[in-house]
């Protein structure tokens, strides 16, 4: 019971509404709209066509081949830079041909609240659909159609699912909000790469984006999920320090320029002027 509440009420909307609501939130405190982040939302998912594949033919996917292989430590870090050298290319490429008017720090900020929410959303959706399917499957198992031992093992799976620690369905919640912190920053770090033409930048979010996968990788083999998100929120709250401290002045919108007032027919019809206003226009003149 604990596990379905922690997992409706904190996992999927800190999954599924909170990159939205951020998203929300900085187009109305800093103007900028809602193209950038469904940009930095494509831009994930375009670096995961080449990323996927290429953990594939690693054999961090599928396994049993190549880098899977490998000692550990190696393999966690093949796994890391291969995350960050697409992900940070991808966001440096977009940057440089396509999205050139993101120069700013606000712009970044919604560009790397794009990236790491769609994420988010991702994960939210198919970690939702499993809970959907788990809780048909509780109220009808004859659903399955199945029998022997195939049914057995479908049982095994649904106890095995429901046993699942109820804080485990909010540390995956709080996961997603630390990876969006860490998106943010490194997207900011990319934008001023691209922006200065300073490359130590990039190559400072690619460390970064190698530094935390490694970590999740070889941390889940070594000292387990709980100390894995341990480790995952230092790493967000040097990436939040890291946002602050990237902050620049935003420009202000320049303000519209006040029309000059409309002369009309009246305003040139010539007037005439009293004895008493003669007579001041010419004392003051003395003066002039």
């Not at 008493?276 to 226009?281: I, K």
């Amino acid at each position: 019971m604990l596990f379905l509440l922690s997992s409706v009420l904190i996992q999927y909307p800190l999954m599924i509404l909170f990159p939205l609501a951020l998203g929300w939130w900085i187009r109305r405190r800093y103007r900028v709209g809602w193209g950038i982040f469904w940009a930095g939302a494509a831009t994930f998912i375009l670096s995961q066509i080449v990323h996927l594949p290429l953990n594939w033919a690693l054999g961090l996917l599928g396994g049993g081949h190549g880098v899977a292989l490998w000692p550990l430590a190696a393999m966690a870090l093949v796994a890391g830079l291969s995350a960050a050298l697409r992900e940070e290319g991808a966001r440096w490429i977009v940057l440089t041909f396509f999205l050139k008017q993101v120069r700013r720090w606000d712009q970044g900020l919604q560009y790397g609240a794009g990236h790491g929410g769609v994420e988010a959303i991702i994960f939210g959706v198919l970690a939702l659909s499993s809970f959907v399917s788990m809780i048909v499957l509780r109220l009808n198992p004859a659903v399955l159609n199945l029998a022997g031992a195939a049914a057995e093992q479908a049982q095994a799976q649904m106890a095995q699912y429901w046993a699942t620690p109820w804080y485990m369905s909010i540390l995956a919640g709080f996961e997603r909000v630390c990876a969006i912190t860490l998106q943010i920053a490194m997207a900011l770090l990319v934008v001023r790469s691209v922006a200065r033409r300073q490359p130590l930048y990039l190559l400072a979010a690619i460390g970064l984006h190698t530094a935390v996968d490694f970590w999740a990788v070889w941390g889940a083999k070594t000292l387990g999920v709980v100390w894995v998100e341990v480790g995952v929120a230092v790493f967000a709250a040097f990436a939040f320090w890291l946002i602050l401290r990237l902050k620049e002045p935003v420009p202000e919108p320049e303000a519209a320029p006040i029309p000059a007032p409309i002369v009309t027919a009246a305003d040139l019809t010539p007037r005439t002027l009293s004895a008493e206003e003669l007579a001041r226009r010419a004392e003051s003149s003395k003066y002039e």
